[in-house]
Antibody, heavy 119, light 108 residues
Framework: EVHLLESGGGLVQPGGSLRLSCAAS????????MSWVRQAPGKGLEWVAT????????YHADSVRGRFTVSRDNSKNTLSLQMSGLRAEDTAVYYC????????????WGKGTTVTVSS | EIVMTQSPATLSVSPGESATLSCGAS??????LAWYQQKPGQAPRLLIF???TRATGIPARFSGSGSGTEFTLTISSLQSEDFAVYYC??????????FGQGTKVEIK
């Protein structure tokens, strides 16, 4: 069974840093792109970042570029999101998602981890 | 960036009736369009990809259609578990991957 488990969320002050992790199991991790998608309280879904299978190609939303960095460790089946310069508007549930056979649609999602940016 | 627009924002439907949700793209996305269902407090779940292909385990009452800029998700004979928020997402031109703002299907 495919399973994704996020961790690392919490309360952080504006300007602070946080590292999210996503542990994957049940599939050949290196064969699939992996993404982070967030959802602010009461709002819709927002794509944040994607790392293609090899990890050499990564993409970030304009809203986080230069502050967030997505990476993956295929030897440990782990996806990460290093977040710095956090702002109140980064407050959200962050979901880890596995892409399908075609890059871009997300066929398996984790339960999410909550990031709250507040003083 | 491709902008995805969903309508209506809220759809009130009685159990057993059908629901038709619309999703429009600001430019053609071919059939690179996915639909997701999200219930309160839960992660999104993939329903449809490739505009019309049901994901594994998705009941046949969910169907997707369309291509280019106009797409539809139809839920026939709504069950109690179908009341949720539905999002469309394009993956034709990326980055960024973009979602619609969502349609809430509520009990009438």
């Amino acid at each position: 069974e495919v399973h994704l488990l996020e961790s690392g969320g919490g309360l952080v002050q504006p300007g602070g840093s946080l590292r999210l992790s996503c542990a994957a199991s049940g599939f050949t991790f290196s064969n699939y792109a992996m993404s982070w998608v967030r959802q602010a309280p009461g709002k819709g879904l927002e794509w944040v970042a994607t790392a293609l299978g090899s990890g050499q190609n990564t993409y970030h939303a304009d809203s986080v570029r230069g502050r967030f960095t997505v990476s993956r460790d295929n030897s440990k089946n782990t996806l990460s999101l290093q977040m710095s310069g956090l702002r109140a508007e980064d407050t959200a549930v962050y979901y880890c998602a596995k892409d399908g056979t075609t890059v871009g649609y997300m066929d398996v999602w984790g339960k999410g981890t909550t990031v709250t940016v507040s003083s | 960036e491709i902008v995805m627009t969903q309508s209506p924002a809220t759809l009130s439907v009685s159990p057993g009736e059908s629901a038709t949700l619309s999703c429009g793209a600001s430019q053609s996305v071919s059939i690179n369009l996915a639909w997701y269902q999200q219930k309160p407090g839960q992660a999104p779940r993939l329903l449809i990809f490739g505009a019309s292909t049901r994901a594994t385990g998705i009941p046949a009452r969910f169907s997707g259609s369309g291509s280019g800029t106009e797409f539809t998700l139809t839920i026939s004979s709504l069950q109690s578990e179908d009341f949720a928020v539905y999002y469309c997402q394009q993956y034709h031109n990326w980055p960024p991957w973009t979602f619609g703002q969502g349609t809430k299907v509520e009990i009438k």
